[in-house]
């Protein structure tokens, strides 16, 4: 008998987005403190960049606004994300009331993973912390 997969549907949030607009603003703040020279082609490097990235950040805005993840995950670590990407759930994840961050792994490469809390229903995000938290007991147990 096989293990059975839960299904998640993530979809971007507020957090997700507000940690974006910081980050976005840290950076085009930052050109506040460049120094001041008269010469314009400084100027003209310096707007150039300034567009850049702002432009940058507009387009990823844009696609966050779309952005959808389908997860499956077992209690014992195993899933697969967007229906092709098999991964395993690695470490121990931090769970907190407003986002949960853990390790996945797939192809060899370790990646990083954080879900806000918004970006769930409260069952499931509730539901996938527990999966977590078991899928590292599960993994504890292997050693």
Partial sequence: MGVQQHSFSVTSSFGQR???????????TSFCIWPSFDSSVYHSCRLLIFCCCLMFFIRVFW??????????????????????QRFIVTGKPIVTPFAVMFYVEYDGKVTRVVVWADMLNDTNYRHLCRLLLQSYQFQRKLI
């Fill in 18 to 28: 507000l940690s974006l607009a910081v980050l976005a603003s840290v950076c085009l």
């Fill in 63 to 84: 696609r966050l606004k779309y952005w959808r993840c389908q997860v499956l995950l077992s209690a014992e670590g195993h899933g697969v994300l967007n229906q092709q």
